[in-house]
């Protein structure tokens, strides 16, 4: 880890915070659920989803009694099910993250130049191996 007994230098450890920069979690971005939800409706895959649709009644309109209308009335929910569920997973996912962040130390006990020093925990620095 290039650390004996005697810890980092404190040199050493402000190089490696400049290196690697700080030890924190990225802030979760604040946006509304409700333009994060409908954000859901626009990804690639629910994009297909709705050109699937649209080809479907395109298709009813040009070969009435085929039962394309039908198709294209059932994909709309699938996109509605998908977005819900991708929207509720990230939402779980970001709060499991607020979470942990209220559990991580605010300080940290460190050995620096052969001295303990209480430190901010963002400016932890990493072990080289």
């Not at 004996?4 to 400049?18: C, I, M, T, V, Y």
């Not at 994009?47 to 994909?75: K, Q, R, S, T």
């Not at 929910?77 to 942990?100: G, K």
């Not at 001295?115 to 925990?121: F, L, N, P, W």
């Amino acid at each position: 880890m290039q650390s004996g007994q005697e810890g980092l230098s404190r040199s050493e450890a402000r190089r490696r915070l400049e290196e690697y920069g700080p030890n924190r979690l990225e802030p979760i971005r604040k946006t509304s659920l409700i333009y994060r939800f409908f954000k859901e409706f626009i990804h690639f895959f629910a994009i297909v989803l709705w050109i699937a649709a649209g080809l479907a009644f395109f298709a009813e309109l040009h070969g009435p009694g085929e039962g394309m209308g039908m198709l294209g009335w059932a994909i709309i929910p699938v996109i509605v099910v998908n977005a819900s569920f991708s929207f509720w997973q990230e939402y779980r996912a970001e709060r499991a993250v607020a979470a942990l962040q209220e559990l991580l130390p605010h300080n940290v006990t460190v050995i620096r130049d052969g001295q303990a020093a209480q430190i901010a925990a963002a400016e932890l620095v990493p072990a080289i191996w």
